[in-house]
T-cell receptor, first 119, second 113 residues
Framework: AQTVTQSQPEMSVQEAETVTLSCTYD???????LFWYKQPPSRQMILVIR??????QNATENRFSVNFQKAAKSFSLKISDSQLGDAAMYFC????????????????FGKGTKLSVKP | DGGITQSPKYLFRKEGQNVTLSCEQN?????MYWYRQDPGQGLRLIYY???????QKGDIAEGYSVSREKKESFPLTVTSAQKNPTAFYLC???FGGGDWGQYFGPGTRLTVT
């Protein structure tokens, strides 16, 4: 079974600085998707960025980018020019691209990293 | 506006009572999901449904039940058999197999005393 590990329960960054959140995963599959979700104090989960495993190019969405290392099974999130609104829980998630009994779309989540942004 | 709605935002029940949490989406998504979130934990899958009138158990289905009579709706019933029902419940949906991720509702905080 696949697992997702976020080894940093809490992180802190100064406003306007850059921070990197770590995520590792365990899988025997070669085709899958990886996601980062943000959960602000409102608790609604927001999709931040998505990576396809068969694409070597790292995904980027404005100030958010990933460092995807497939061989190392690592998927870190870099937030540049941090803003106060970036303060939230961040969850890394894995999704298989293989349909096992209809479970293809199911996400496996890490336990999250709480990011604080200091003004 | 397209999106997912969950109601109510806060729900209180007495132990031994069944309670149903609502989830509606107008995104025309095929698949819908229910997750439970506890403090210090990631999201854990309760049930999911990829098409109308069909659904499967997730990792922690015991004590829960669902129905999928309409594409737009996927209500979750927390039964009295659920030993620790107090939690935050999130509903999500995705188009097709979810290649582009799942989209979440605002959640329902259930407190059972």
């Amino acid at each position: 079974a696949q697992t997702v590990t976020q080894s940093q329960p809490e992180m802190s960054v100064q406003e306007a600085e850059t921070v990197t959140l770590s995520c590792t995963y365990d899988t025997s599959e070669s085709d899958y998707y990886l996601f980062w979700y943000k959960q602000p104090p409102s608790r609604q989960m927001i999709l931040v960025i998505r990576q396809e495993a068969y694409k070597q190019q790292n995904a980027t969405e404005n100030r958010f980018s990933v460092n995807f290392q497939k061989a190392a099974k690592s998927f870190s999130l870099k937030i540049s020019d941090s803003q106060l609104g970036d303060a939230a829980m961040y969850f890394c998630a894995y999704r298989s691209a293989t349909n096992y009994g209809g479970s293809q779309g199911n996400l496996i989540f890490g336990k999250g990293t709480k990011l604080s942004v200091k003004p | 506006d397209g999106g997912i709605t969950q109601s109510p935002k806060y729900l209180f029940r007495k132990e031994g009572q069944n309670v149903t949490l609502s989830c509606e989406q107008n995104l025309n998504h095929d698949a819908m999901y229910w997750y439970r979130q506890d403090p210090g934990q990631g999201l854990r899958l309760i049930y999911y449904s990829q098409i109308v009138n069909d659904f499967q158990k997730g990792d922690i289905a015991e004590g829960y039940s669902v129905s999928r009579e309409k594409k737009e709706s996927f209500p979750l019933t927390v039964t009295s058999a659920q030993k620790n029902p107090t939690a935050f419940y999130l509903c999500a949906s995705s188009f097709g197999g979810g290649d582009w991720g799942q989209y979440f509702g605002p959640g329902t905080r259930l407190t059972v005393t």
